[in-house]
Each structure stands twice: as structure tokens, then as C-alpha cells.
């Protein structure tokens, strides 16, 4: 752990160096990682566009809905009260919005930002003087479908705290720490990073990097015969390392398993999924 956390301060004195030269127009935080679920810190980096004036650009594609969960730990609830300073935010409903591909958006704190996006045409948006959403939105001329999905399914599931809707978002973040915590008993797997939302990712016990990387890949296999449909990830050695004391560091990166528990069904299924990846294991010594 120390190493990380030396790897970090080492990367935050570079990253204020390039601030202070004054060439960059635009940071973009991460509320939720694909690989990891990591959330980036939002009021640090706001601290920072206050020093040296760059836009922030929140990445909320995955994570935006977690705002909604009663159960963030007190860092991550810090990071979601700083969102609304954000210059610009995506959020995308085809993920925890229950809505299909296709459904997505970008917000804009200043509406005035919609004029860099307009197109000039010939033949439409004449009704008004003022700006057109035909003009100025992403989604211009295409199908209204994913648009009226979604407004329906917020009419019936209210983006509420403790609404029906964001008790699924808290379900899963409860299903993605008993699931950590299950893991951490386990002599087969070598959890990482605690999970800040719903997405845990793991490694394989093994000798060093390059076992734990084969093993890992045995693992998906197994699992998927027995009907556990796992991810797979890779993470920089030294990252593993640091949470696997006893893990030689013999390759850059180490192939790791991941499982997104984004379903509120699955916080009754970690008994079932845990015996499943146990028994994969065993199988793939």
C-alpha cells in the first residue's frame, strides 16, 4: 500500500506541474471507473479549477444514479454534494437507468455552452429566433424512442432519495461489499480496492504475478461452465502487489476477475455466487 500511495503523491506533483504551465483547457474526473468503479476526488480537483482555471468535465457514465444511495461512504457522499459545481457532466441511463444502448446525455452548467454545438442548415429549425434543441442537442434528428423510455420509466420509479428507485442503488452497494468482504475470507481470491459502488474486482491467490494471472483466466473458464459468467481486468502489477503481500511482482500487469453486482437480486445470491467461484477455483489448480 505504501507503494501506491507513493505512486499517487508522485502523480499529483506532476499533474499540478502541467496546471502551472497553463496548457490545459479541460480536466475530466471519473465518478465510477468501468474496470473498477473508483470514483476520482471531485472536491480536490475543484479546489484545483479554482487555482488554475481549466473546465471540469465530470464522466458520470457509469456512476451518476449513485448520488441517489443513502449508503455512500462519507468520501464518495463528498463527491457526489461537489457534482452540481461541475462545468459539464455525461450520465449514461443505458446503465443503471434501466434503459437500452443508445440512452445517454451530456449536461452543461452554462446553457450558453449549446451555441458551440449548433449547426447551420438550410432547411429546418425556422420556429424561433432562439436556440433549438434540433440544433444544439447530440441527439438532433434522430428517433425521440430512448428519450420517451426514459421519461417514462422515471415517471414510475422517481429519481428520489429513498424512492423505490434508489433503494435498487443502495441494495447493490450493499451486494458489492458483503461480496468484498466474502472475498477477503477466502484462501483462493485477493480482493482489491474496497468497493465504492457496486463493481468488485479481484485477483487469484497465487505465487507471483504470472500464476495469478493464469489461474485467473482457469477461473473464468470454470465459472462460466458451472453458469457464473464472470469479467476479466488487467491492473498493474504493483497495484495487486500491494494488496497481496505475498504475491511476487513477475510481469507489469496481472489479469484479475471482476463482478458487477448491479442487480438488487444479487444481494441474496452471494452465498450462491461465492460457492460457485470457490468451487471454480478448486477446479482450476
Known amino acids: 500500500m505504501r507503494l501506491a500511495a507513493h505512486a499517487a503523491r508522485d502523480a499529483q506533483a506532476q499533474g499540478r506541474l502541467v ?30 479549477r479554482a487555482r488554475f482555471g ?10 451518476g444514479y449513485f448520488g441517489l444511495a443513502e449508503g455512500l461512504s462519507p468520501d464518495a457522499r463528498a463527491v457526489y454534494d461537489a457534482l452540481a459545481e ?28 449549446g451555441q458551440l454545438y449548433k449547426h447551420d442548415s438550410p432547411y429546418t429549425y425556422f420556429s424561433s429566433a432562439e ?6 442537442s447530440l441527439e438532433c434528428s434522430r428517433p425521440g424512442a430512448a428519450a420517451v423510455a426514459l421519461w417514462a420509466t422515471q415517471k414510475l420509479l422517481p429519481l428520489q432519495r429513498g424512492g423505490e428507485f434508489a433503494a435498487g442503488l443502495d441494495a447493490s452497494l450493499s451486494a458489492a461489499r458483503d461480496f468484498w468482504q466474502e472475498l477477503d475470507e477466502s484462501e483462493h481470491f485477493v480482493p482489491l480496492l474496497r468497493p465504492e459502488l457496486d463493481i468488485v474486482v479481484y485477483a487469484v491467490a497465487a505465487a507471483d504475478a504470472q500464476e495469478s494471472s493464469d489461474r485467473a483466466r482457469k477461473v473464468f473458464k470454470a465459472a462460466a461452465q458451472r453458469g457464473l459468467h464472470l469479467a476479466m481486468v488487467e491492473l498493474p502489477a504493483e497495484l495487486v502487489a500491494a494488496n497481496a503481500s505475498n504475491m511476487r511482482v513477475t510481469s507489469g500487469s496481472v489479469t484479475c476477475l471482476r463482478s458487477v453486482l448491479m442487480k438488487p437480486e444479487h444481494a441474496a445470491w452471494i452465498e450462491r455466487i461465492m460457492a460457485l467461484l470457490e468451487d471454480s477455483a478448486a477446479a482450476s489448480r
Open 19 to 48: 496546471l502551472a504551465a497553463g496548457d490545459v483547457g479541460t480536466v475530466v474526473a471519473t465518478l465510477g471507473t468501468t474496470a473498477t468503479g473508483a470514483l476520482d476526488p471531485l472536491p480536490r480537483l475543484l479546489a484545483l
Open 131 to 136: 436556440l433549438h434543441l434540433g440544433e444544439i
Open 54 to 63: 481549466f473546465r471540469l468535465h465530470v464522466d458520470a457514465a457509469y456512476g
Open 86 to 113: 461541475a462545468d459539464s457532466i455525461v450520465i449514461d441511463p443505458h446503465k443503471h437507468g434501466l434503459q437500452p444502448y443508445g440512452c445517454g446525455c451530456v449536461l452543461f452548467r452554462d446553457p450558453a455552452a
